[in-house]
């Protein structure tokens, strides 16, 4: 599986996760409708999930006028998998995942949310890129 198809699947089960406390283990076995499991995905929905905390603790210092709860699901679920991925995928560059997810937001979100998951994901960034 592609890691595009592979951030698909995972922002759908976060979501589901998010939205219908679904188990991850669950979450991922609908998504996946019967197709063989992937590692990426499987890491993306897993890693987001035990990190929750440690990631919304990340995003709302940069949620200008807003809490997290408040967020649309979808870009919450982006911002989530992002940060997660930005912080614990080592091998994959901090651009691509912003890239990724600015094309998640676009696709899944409203006219507003790419550039909304871009600002606080760029804040998001330099604020790791500073703690180094």
């Known amino acids: 599986m592609k890691r595009r198809t592979a951030r698909k699947k995972a922002l759908q089960a976060l979501f589901q996760i998010d ?7 669950e979450a991922i076995e609908h998504v996946l409708q019967g197709e063989e499991a992937d590692e ?6 897993e890693g987001t999930n035990n990190h929750m905390q440690e990631i919304d603790e990340m995003i709302k210092p940069f949620l200008v006028n ?7 699901a979808v ?6 998998m992002a940060v997660y991925e930005m912080k614990y995928e080592k091998d994959i560059p901090v651009n691509v ?6 094309e998640l937001a676009k696709t899944f979100g409203d006219e507003k949310s790419g550039r909304f998951v871009n600002g606080v994901l760029s804040s998001v ?4 890129e500073e703690s180094k």
């Open 66 to 72: 807003w809490k997290i709860e408040r967020l649309a």
């Open 19 to 25: 939205i219908a406390h679904t188990s991850p283990k």
């Open 125 to 128: 960034k330099n604020s790791l």
């Open 97 to 102: 995942t912003l890239n990724e997810a600015i």
């Open 40 to 45: 990426f995905l499987t890491r993306l929905v």
């Open 75 to 80: 870009d919450r679920t982006i911002l989530r």
